[in-house]
């Protein structure tokens, strides 16, 4: 077996003339038959007196004619075929809808919120127009404990403003209301707080009853 | 007199901040969008009473909220999130409401089961009806996800900004809450 091709010019360049003319064939010696039967000696161990031969073939069943020539074809006709659950149902929803829904839609929510505007505004008049019937319910009280309080004391040296029952405090204030100046309680509140008052004087009795209802004072 | 459906997002939102054009601009709004906002509503929560006070309580939201709204994010997907938190809270409490009403043995059945039973022209036997039906198995998240991106087509880029969530995530999602609806349809 002799040099050729780019090997051999390679040797030329490099002046190895001998070399050209010489057997590439190894002098060794190896066992007849030896690469004939390599592949099986691999696998015999010491302990296996039996020789056998490992074989790549499968031991199952045949696999059948043109399997894998349409194998191709079958997983693409598969995949069509769960795609085709979802891709052939219509995106359109079942579900019913009100007749002209759409169309009174943005004037429904404009309505609501110019009433929940309103309502929040009235909630807050109804709410100070409390606040401002409880004090003037305290300053009735008050007036009513400094009017009478030299007079119960020399009858009851124990008296206090908790003796005295909302009824007994309604009577009075029923039997005096000439007494309640309200000229002289509006003197001593600040022009806001009339304002709030007059806004809650023009609040319609639902109005203060939704309110009453809704913060469980009814 | 100006043609309010043909006027841009921006526009309609300079509109909005100028008192004696704030309702024509808003109402603008609502018609732009009140559809979409609809059925991403009502494939969540079914009953088009339930959608429609979600929808209007999204709205007034948005009226409420509307003028500090800064607009480096696009109205669209801000209207989104809203639509998208609105119905997440009322499906909760919904939830609450219904286990605590619940007896034990009722308690691992699927609330939608009933609602989409409870619809007019309701037909088990319809494909549509079973895709409802395979939809409401999933959980509410993936159910979301399903939603944008099978009904409303949505790029997964948008979803990432209303949902926020990574669009890795979202297509994942996607990719289950298909699979799962896929096996769903073939079992029934």
Same mark, same amino acid.
């Given at each position: ?27 060794? +010696?190896? #066992? !007849? *038959? @030896? &690469? %004939?039967? =390599? ?9 296996? $007196? ?11 069943? +045949?696999? #059948? !004619? *043109? @399997? &894998? %020539?349409? =194998? ?9 075929? $769960? ?136 | ?188």
């Amino acid at each position: 077996m002799k040099v050729e091709g780019h090997i051999k010019d390679e040797l030329i360049a490099l002046g190895g003339l001998q070399l050209l003319n010489a057997s590439r064939q190894m002098p060794f +010696a190896y #066992p !007849e *038959n @030896y &690469f %004939d039967t =390599l592949d099986t000696s691999c696998f015999k161990t010491d302990n296996q $007196s039996i020789d056998y031969v490992f074989t790549k073939q499968m031991p199952f069943a +045949a696999v #059948p !004619e *043109n @399997y &894998f %020539d349409q =194998l191709s074809l079958n997983i693409l006709e598969a995949v069509k075929k $769960s795609n085709t659950i979802l891709e052939n149902i219509s995106k359109t929803m079942p579900y019913q809808i009100p007749k002209a829904y759409f169309e009174q839609l943005p004037a429904q929510v404009l309505f609501k919120i110019k009433t929940t505007h309103s309502e929040k505004r009235n909630q807050g008049a109804i709410f100070r127009m409390v606040q401002w019937a409880a004090s003037i319910a305290v300053l009735l009280m008050l007036s009513f404990a400094i009017k009478n309080a030299p007079k119960k004391a020399t009858q009851d040296t124990n008296f206090s403003l908790e003796d005295v029952s909302a009824e007994e405090i309604a009577n009075y204030v029923h039997n005096n209301i000439d007494e309640f100046d309200t000229d002289i309680l509006l003197s001593s509140m600040s022009n806001s707080t009339i304002k709030e008052i007059d806004k809650a004087n023009n609040l319609s009795s639902e109005e203060i009853e939704a309110y009453l209802n809704d913060e469980g004072w009814n | 007199m100006a043609d309010w459906s043909k006027i841009e997002d921006k526009e309609l939102l300079a509109a909005f901040r100028v008192a004696e054009s704030k309702e024509q601009a808003f109402a603008a709004l609502i018609k732009r969008y009140q559809e979409r906002l609809y059925w991403h509503i009502r494939r969540m929560v079914v009953h088009h009473e339930d959608t429609n006070d979600i929808l209007q309580n999204v709205f007034i939201k948005v009226w409420r909220n509307l003028e500090e709204f800064r607009e480096d994010a696009a109205f669209y997907t801000w209207l989104y999130r809203i639509g998208t938190n609105e119905t997440l809270t009322y499906i909760e409490q919904q939830k609450r409401k219904s286990t605590q009403s619940m007896s034990d043995n009722e308690e691992g059945e699927n609330i939608y089961a009933s609602k989409l039973k409870a619809e007019q022209g309701y037909d088990a036997n319809k494909i549509e009806w079973k895709l409802q039906q395979a939809i409401h198995t999933l959980p509410e998240k993936q159910k979301l996800v399903f939603n944008l991106r099978y009904y409303d087509e949505m790029p997964y880029e948008k979803m990432a900004e209303i949902l926020n969530t990574s669009e890795g995530a979202l297509k994942a999602s996607y990719h289950h809450a298909v699979k799962k609806i896929e096996n769903f349809l073939k079992d029934n």
